[in-house]
Nanobody, 124 residues
Framework: QVDLVESGGGQVHTGDSLRLSCTGS????????MGWFRQASGKAREFVAS????????AYADSVKGRFTISRDNAKSTVWLQMDSLKPEDTAVYYC?????????????????WGQGTQVTVSA
């Protein structure tokens, strides 16, 4: 089992940037594919970005492509989500997740371990 803790959320304005961090503990970090998901109030949780164990392969939701960047440092057991050009529709609780599935995935049901989430609020 890997325990995940997110940080870095906050309240910003349209066009601002934020960097979310997620640190894992309990298991070797580099065996896991990592992902970021988000859930806006009253909506279903949705995929944002993911990357494989080495960081060489990534996937992004169309809504964030070109604005968000996912990266990782296995030596620090940390994955980041750099969010630029934020929009009000990016407002949500952001969750970090991990899976032992090797191929880059966008599926919530393939991610076994989840953090507690961090709130991101973008105002106009």
């Amino acid at each position: 089992q890997v325990d995940l803790v997110e940080s870095g959320g906050g309240q910003v304005h349209t066009g601002d940037s934020l960097r979310l961090s997620c640190t894992g503990s309990g298991q070797p970090f580099d065996i896991y594919q990592m992902g970021w998901f988000r859930q806006a109030s009253g909506k279903a949780r949705e995929f944002v970005a993911s990357l494989n164990w080495s960081g060489a392969n990534t996937a992004y939701a169309d809504s964030v492509k070109g604005r968000f960047t996912i990266s990782r440092d296995n030596a620090k057991s940390t994955v980041w989500l750099q969010m630029d050009s934020l929009k009000p529709e990016d407002t949500a609780v952001y969750y970090c997740a991990a899976t032992g599935v090797a191929l880059v995935s966008r599926r919530l049901d393939e991610f076994r371990y989840w953090g507690q989430g961090t709130q991101v609020t973008v105002s106009a």
